[in-house]
């Protein structure tokens, strides 16, 4: 297992977030459609998914015709996800690897990442960046989505359901948070303005293709009612990123 404080933190809640990616409707409803959407026609690609966690986006992507491989610094959630390819015929090799250090993985080996609710929580974040630029061949493409950081600072709320506060906004800070009270364990969530998430892309060398902030009216998502608070304040971002050719 890779030794760093974020793999600590999920490896210890690995079995509360299989339950917890299985029963949420932010999830299933809204950011595994929408990801995959995003990631667009992926037959006959090679389809990386990177902090796959359970598997739920890897398997949807071998459904769709990827040749994926599924990569987690969790050797408990690669296990689970391993288990569900195998228990449902579906063809996905993993490996236990950071987000920051791919050393499994060559160099241009890949058409797509997929790194789906992963970027925000690493140790070194252009790290990941560099890495994700590496595996992937030129003209390949990284999917990513990210709790938006415009509205996840550390002083940040709903203030009886009248409007959002933010504050703090410019505080690069790691802290201890229960994912949801289901949780028995925190784990380590980590705060930067949305220019830290933007800089290390484009001096990557990344070009921006995608940028979307989903409002929960799509696809199917009006069907649970959390989505309404979407229609007010994004949750969440997702990007699309092209290496150049």
Not at 25 to 45: E, I, K, M, S, W
Request: charge should be negative; aromatic fraction near 10%; charged fraction near 25%.
């Amino acid at each position: 297992m890779p030794d760093d404080d974020s793999t600590r933190s999920w490896e210890a809640v690995a079995e509360d977030w299989v339950r917890h990616a299985d029963e949420n409707d932010y999830h299933n409803a809204l950011l595994l459609p929408l990801t995959v959407g995003l990631a667009g026609d992926v037959r006959g690609l090679d389809v990386l998914d990177l902090g796959c966690g359970e598997g739920g986006y890897g398997r949807v992507l071998a459904r769709r015709g990827g040749t994926v491989v599924g990569v987690d610094s969790s050797p408990s959630l690669v296990a689970v996800a391993q288990q569900r390819a195998s228990e449902a015929g579906i063809a996905v090799q993993y490996f236990c690897a950071n987000a920051t250090a791919l050393t499994p993985i060559a160099s241009a080996s890949f058409d797509v990442v997929v790194a789906a609710m992963l970027l925000m929580n690493v140790d070194d974040y252009p790290a990941a960046v560099a890495e994700s630029w590496r595996v992937l061949r030129p003209g390949g493409r990284l999917v990513m989505s990210i709790t938006h950081p415009c509205f996840s600072a550390p002083v940040s709320k709903w203030v009886d359901t009248e409007y959002f506060a933010v504050d703090r906004y410019f505080d690069r800070v790691m802290r201890e948070d229960y994912i949801t009270a289901q949780f028995r364990k925190p784990v380590l969530r980590r705060h930067r303005p949305l220019e830290d998430f933007m800089r290390p892309l484009l001096q990557r060398g990344f070009v921006l293709h995608s940028f979307d902030e989903p409002d929960g009216t799509k696809p199917d998502t009006q069907k649970t009612p959390r989505m309404a608070r979407l229609q007010r304040i994004p949750y969440f971002l997702l990007m699309s990123w092209a290496k150049p050719r």
